[in-house]
C-alpha cells in the first residue's frame, strides 16, 4: 500500500506543478514571439505548454527521487 501512495503522489504532483508551470511558459513564449524572438511559438495552444510542462515536471521528479534515493 506504500508503494501505491508513493505513486499516486508522484503522479499528482506532477500535474499539480505541471500546471503551475504551464502559463509560466506560455506567457514566456508569447512574451519571447512578441520581442520577434522565435515567432512560431505564438502559433502554439496552451493544451502544447500544458502538455511539455508536465512531462518537464514527471522527469525532473524522477530525477529528483532517484538522487535523493542513494
Known sequence: MND???L???LVASLVLGAALAPVLFRG???LAGQGIF???ATQAFQRYFNCSVQ???IS???LAFVLRK
Open 8 to 10: 499516486l503522489l508522484y
Open 61 to 63: 521528479l524522477l530525477m
Open 29 to 31: 513564449a508569447q512574451w
Open 56 to 58: 518537464i515536471v514527471a
Open 4 to 6: 501505491l501512495r508513493k
Open 39 to 41: 515567432t512560431s511559438l
